[in-house]
Each structure stands twice: as C-alpha cells, then as structure tokens.
C-alpha cells in the first residue's frame, strides 16, 4: 500500500517551512574553489548535520578530508531490505560574473516560483529534498521502508579530490545496494528523465612565460615573443574551425553511441530552433554529423573556459605582456581514459609552443566518463516514480556534465548508479543568475518518496548490478 | 660665450631641491586611461603651472580640453632670436599589476641613483628637466637666450585625443620655429641620441558576444560556440608564425629604410645577445630578414596588449564562456595611414569571426608615424650640445614608440622637430618598477641648457623646414 498520499499532505503542509529552510542553506557561500570560502564549507556541512539529525537520520558525522569535510549519516532499521546511498554535495561554483546577477547569489529570492541562488539547482536544492523525503516519511510513518546512508562532500565542483580515497577507506561503511544522485537534469519542463551515462572530465592550466616584465610595445614590439601571442597560437591550434579537435589521439578510444541509442535521441525530439532562441545564439556549434544531443551526450569537447594576460582595464595599453594564460578542460566520453588525455594534450602544448617563451601546464583533477545499462530495475523504478508524479513518460538519457566521483562510486563499491534529477537545462548552472524550479521541488519530493517505498519492494539480490 | 659653467654650478648646488621637487610632481597618480584619477589629472596640470611659473616663465595658463587639460606658458623677451616649443605630457601609464613593483609607484624612491616611479623617466621627469634648465638660465642670468614656449598635455599616454584640435585652434599662440621633445630615449647608458623618426599607433578592442549568459559546459559544451574559442582564432589569424603580420594589404603602404639607414643602424653595433639576456628571454622573436633596430624602428607590428575572459581565479570552472575580449594595438611606419590600418583590421576581423557569435569593434585613438631628416641644423645642433656634456659621439636613430602628435605639429605648425630623449631602454616605461637614471638626469639638465644657448645663434629664418 503506497504512502504517497500521506507524504503529499505532508509536503504540502509544510512547503513555507521547507523553503525556509533550504533558503538557510543557500545563503552559506560554500564556493569550494576558492580558499577564502574555508570556513563557509565548513559552516554548510554543520548546517547538513543537524538537517540530517532533524529528518531522523542516524550517527551524523562531519567527517574530515585532506579538503573538505563529509557529511555521513545512516537509518538502518529496515531488516531485509535494500540500502540506498544517496550521494550529493554541498559546494558550489564560483560566482563570478558578480554584475551580471539579478540578485545577490547568496541571498535566495523566489520569483515566479523559481528559487534563485547560487547551488539552488546544483546542487544544495537536490540535496535538500532528499532530507526532506526522509524527514516526511519519518514523521508520517514513523520509519523508512528502506535502510537509507547518505554521503554529502563539499568538492564536486572541484573534482572531488578528496572522495575517491574516502570511499575506498569507507567501504565497509559505504556498502549498498544502489547508490541514488540528484545531481542531473530533467529532459525539459515537465519532462522527467533517468540518467544512465555522464561525460568524464580532464582539464589543465596553461601559463606563458616571456621576457622578466611587461615590455613597452613601442621599445621591444616586433622584436620581443608577446606571451599572448603564443598563448592564442597554442589555443586556436585546439580546434579546427568546424569544431573538431586536432589534438593528436583525441578521439582514439571514443565508443561511438549505438544506432538504438541514436533512434532514441531523436525520438526525444530536441528543438534545435528553441535552443538557440533560449540561449539567444545566431547559431549553434559543433562537429559536424552529429546532433544537439549527440554532440552533448556522446562526443568529447574541449573547452577554454577562461583567458587573462595582459591590460584588460579601462583604455588602451600599449604593453608587450610577457605572461598570459588559459584554463581549459575537456568533457569525455566512454572510454576515453582522463590521464591519457591530459598526456595528449600536454604534447599537443609542447608541439605548438613559439619560440621566445616558455610553457607551464597545471593539470586540475580529473574524473572518468560513466555509463550504465538503461535497463536496470533500479533506474525503470525510478522512470515509473516519475511518471506516476509527473504523469508523462519518462525519458531514459545520458547527461553531458561530469559527477566525476560517479565512476569511482561504480568502480570501488560495484553496484548500480541510479541519475535521478531535477534540474532543468535552462536554470544557469555554473552562471549568473543559478535558480531552481519550484514545481520540480514541489513533484521531486514526491518523487523521491515514492522511490524509496518502490525499492522498498525489490530483494536486495535482485538490485546486483 | 657659454654660460655652461655658471648652469652647471647651480644644478650641482640645487639638486637635492631639485629632486625633492621633482619626487613631489611624481607623487601624483596621473593616470589619463582610468577615469577616476581625472582629479589628479588637474591637480598634475596645477603643479606644473605653479612650477613654471616658478621658474619664471610667464602667462602660464591651465587650459581645459574635452578631456584632461593643457599646460601653457611663455618667455618671449628674446629679440630676434628663435622661438622654442617645448612638448611634454604630465599623464603616466597604468601601474597594474600592482604586485610587480618593489616600491609602491607613486611613492618615488632613489635606489643606486636610479628614481623610482611611474612617470619618473615617461615623461614627467624629462618635461621636470626643461622647466629646470629655464629656472637655471633665469637664476643665473636673469633670462632667456632663446624665445620659450610651453605646452604640456595630460592625454598623451591614451593618444592625445584633444590636442590636435588644441594645436589647430592655437596655431598663432603656438607659432614657432622649432619644437623640441623630451619623451624619447638615448641609444644606451652613456650614449646619447637625438631621433628622427618615430612609429605610429592604431588599435581596436574586440569584444565577442555568444550565447546570453555563461553556460555550463557540460550541459552545451560541444554544441555552442565559446567565447574564447572564437576570439583567439580572430587572434591568431592576425599573425604568421614567423612574425609577420596576415592582415590584407598591411605592409602595402610600408616605406622601407633606405640601405643608408641600414648600414648606420649596423654601425650602432647593437648586442642582440645582450638585449636577451636583458629581458631573460629564451630567443628574440620577429620578422624574418631584419634586425632588432629595423624590427623596432621600420616595421609595423600588431600587439595584443591584453586578452580577457571567462573565469581566471584560482581554481578550475568548467564554464562555457559567452564572452571574451582583447586589446590591440599597431605600430606603424610612414607612410601608413592609422585610418587605412583599422579598416583593414577590421575587415580582417569580420572574415574571421565563427559562426555562433558576433564581434564588435571599438577604435583606439591613432597616431600618425613621423619622419624628419637628421642633417637639419637644429638636429645637429642638439647632437653636439650632447656630446659637450657626455663627451661621446651622438646617434641619429629613430624610436620605436609612438608620439602621436608629433605628427599633427608637424603637420600644423610647419616646424621641424627635434626629439631629445635622456629614459634608457630598460627603464620599464609602461611596466613595473619604471624608473629614470639620475646620470641622465644631471646630465641631460646640462644638455638641455647648452641646446638653448645654441639654438640662440641661428638666425630663425635659418631653422625653417
């Protein structure tokens, strides 16, 4: 007999309460790239714990990495039945450009029923839900129907340096039998998804090094390597003007997307022409004989997400740089390996390095590209606790972002990865002006809910990946 | 009969004054390309008006322009000898970055009898030395040998935007026989120069705009154009390799130095390893088939001075970038027209822009390039009032910077002009850590005193173009 009825009233009970709360959590600047921010993650994982402790979770603990802390918890009084892990985490990305949001990114404000704030979506707010989920089925059953651990790191948007070690030394700890994410997007408004692949990640930092100083381009210019020069020569030499990337090996073990795949691609029917209204660009760009999704989904990209050198203030500076430099990282797909990649694109830098300057490269963390069988009991549970919420069918996809710590969870403690979230594409993830959609809040704890009583039905044995 | 002696004793006997003075007009950021330092631009103009007054030049006024004003003054009590125009700028560079100076740049320091500061060597403490020399000359004889004219800007570091309407519209105020520059440099420590010729300027900003908003890169990565991507292939399409400048019919207008100028510039016997070591780059870089002296003084270039965008704090952020910009700037040779340079960079700049963004344009102010013959008698006169005082042989050279209004005086007032230049190379104009060597700064008083009283024994109509 399903509960979710009770949780609904619940939920709808106490939605001002909740928003309360989760507004709370948003208001923690908890950026975990920059260390000025310290003291804000540690404040975000206190705030986690006692969350957790008020839903009804167990043995909380905010555990200490070499970076940031883990937020551990457990309810294990479920005999005989399954244990979800659910995974989260609660640092965010830097929010820069500051001028170009509406409203403070720390301080949430809720418009046309859209939370805006920096994590909203990405992913304090998929977090928060969870708890909740836990809490509605504590307070209105008194139990849960399923044994229950949640791990909640503070350095996903950093790569998680720190996890994969904690995972391995938590095994024990750790064990389940499916591990739950809601850290991923919905197909589109109204359209719920279950994510079965994600793309790895592998970046680096390059920096050019010229003459000892700036140099007057009068004196030296024509005469003396500008470091941003060879900086944009090594740049531009990336990428052919069609969007194909000309690092040497780049694509060698890319495993191309099935024919099945492809067909259900297109049957999702991806308005190109909506896309580039929605972004507001006179075209879209990439390789070529692929589409939207394919080229999000299955296709490994590189991108240069950031440039400096140089004068970059108000006027004009007739400087000759002598420094400049890049970040660039680069989204991968199954079986693309991260280190080999960064190999590659180390002798690519060297190969196209000018003379007059010297070339420095940083490698960031790295994660590896994932893919699961869409067909598992636990992700088609998942799609029917959608469509019963949402009533349409739910879409079964990859997602073109990195959870660089979902294959190490899929690696370390073998058993099945289940994607399920709620976020939408357009909610700026990553950029000015971050919010969430309060429907998908609103349908996502019932969701939720819903989930757990469903996985409440299976053996543990028939959940084995 | 010289009053060389008698100058010579009062600098020796004023020098601590001197300095202590000159470190004051130092102490005020003048910046001219950042619009909050424009009440420093005033307070520079006044410091210099109460200076020259002063020293004892008459009806000095503070003039104002569209933009940052104009320092006049006058001594016309010369009967029958030639008149001077003095030339200099009271505005300095930008200082960032910031944390590459030793000492704080608007607080002057004396280090190994080197002063440093912004605007200690460009252009503030050579424009100090002509206001000196009068003050000496009136101290010691109670006036001029020569006619004097001042005129000081405060825009010459952003292109002197207001000053060629000024000249225009003063051209009976300004009338003259010969302008005499103090902005350029000596061919060595030891080794004076007087130069004949000098680069011009044209630049652009380029800034591109792509999608609405920073996006996250792994949900569009691969199927949006990024920002960056599509700037620097703008960038690198500027330049060749080897040096040499891709921009359609850039070099068509080029006039090449006669072998005359070749062979002298290879009598200055220029150290190239030595420059290297200098600036501690691995190799000099430029055009192939030409020296560093026919690099820097007969070629054009395009410099990128700064290139900016997406995300460059510590860290990574796996940010797709909807925008990205860069500064750019030309040094041209006669007889490039600046007009002529920016349609052609921008027609360049349109071919090359990708699709999936747009790029727009904004013009810099311009300079025209400069050229004048080394056998006028006021040139030479200049040489041997150098070599009086520094007991060395003087080069004839020409500068690789630009001055861009000694092209509209040229063109306006009808007069040669003399450049008389005591920075040194190396002196990080335009860099951290600028600085002025105070040998020069002695010496160059003299000179500058002796060139009056020389330029005195030419009847004006011998001075004419």
Chains 1, 2 share one sequence.
Not at 73 to 98: N, R, S
Not at 134 to 157: C, Q
Not at 211 to 216: I, N, S, T, V
Request: with cysteine; hydrophobic share 40%.
């Amino acid at each position: 007999m399903s509960n979710l009825q009770e949780l609904d009233t619940y939920f709808t009970e106490n939605r001002e309460t909740h928003l309360e709360e989760l507004k709370e959590f948003l208001r923690i600047p908890s950026i975990s790239a920059l260390s000025e921010h310290k003291a804000d993650m540690q404040k975000a994982a206190d705030w986690l714990k006692d969350s957790l402790t008020t839903a009804g979770i167990e043995k909380v603990e905010v555990l200490p990495t070499k970076g940031h802390p883990v937020v551990y918890g457990e309810w294990m009084h479920a005999k005989g039945k399954p244990t979800i892990l659910f995974y989260g985490h609660y640092d965010v990305q830097p929010v820069d450009p500051l001028n170009l949001w509406e409203t403070e990114p720390f301080d949430p404000q809720i418009r046309e029923n859209k939370l805006f704030a920096r994590g909203a979506s990405d992913d304090k707010g998929q977090v928060f839900m969870h708890i909740k989920a836990v809490e509605a089925w504590m307070k209105t059953t008194g139990s849960l129907p399923v044994n229950m651990k949640f791990i909640i790191e503070g350095e996903e948007e950093i790569g998680s340096p720190s996890l994969e070690a904690f995972i391995e030394e938590n095994k024990e700890k750790l064990a389940s039998d499916i591990i739950v994410i809601s850290d991923t997007g919905m197909q589109a408004k109204g359209k719920p998804a279950v994510c079965y692949g994600l793309r790895g990640l592998a970046g680096v930092q390059i920096d050019v090094k010229g003459a000892k100083g700036d140099l007057h381009s009068g004196l030296y210019g024509g005469s003396v390597q500008n470091a941003i020069h060879a900086l944009v020569q090594v740049l531009d030499s990336f990428r052919a003007e069609n969007g194909k990337i000309l690092v040497d090996g780049f694509y060698d073990s890319v495993l191309e997307a099935t024919e099945e795949e492809k067909e259900a691609y297109k049957a999702l029917n991806v308005d190109e022409e909506a896309i580039k209204k929605e972004l507001q660009v006179p075209a879209l760009f990439g390789e070529e004989g692929y589409s939207h999704l394919e080229r999000t989904w299955t296709r490994p990209t590189l991108e240069i997400n950031g440039v400096f050198g140089g004068f970059s203030g108000e006027g004009i500076k007739t400087v000759l740089p002598n420094e400049a430099g890049a970040k660039i990282t680069c989204r991968l797909v199954p079986n693309q390996e991260p280190d080999e990649i960064v190999q590659l694109l180390k002798a690519h830098i060297d190969k196209n390095t000018l003379p007059g300057v010297t070339i420095s490269v940083t490698e960031f963390d790295k994660g590896k590209p994932f893919l699961t069988p869409f067909d598992h009991p636990a992700i088609q549970a998942a799609g029917a606790s959608y469509e019963k919420v949402y009533n349409v069918p739910t879409a079964y996809i990859r997602g073109g972002g990195s959870i660089p710590i979902v294959a190490a969870f899929d690696d370390i403690l073998q058993v099945p990865v289940i994607l399920m979230g709620f976020g939408l594409a357009e909610e700026n993830f990553h950029a000015p002006n971050e919010h969430f959609h309060l429907e998908n809040f609103d349908q996502g704890l019932r969701v939720i809910g819903d989930y757990y009583e469903s996985i409440a039905g299976f053996k543990p044995d028939e959940l084995k990946k």
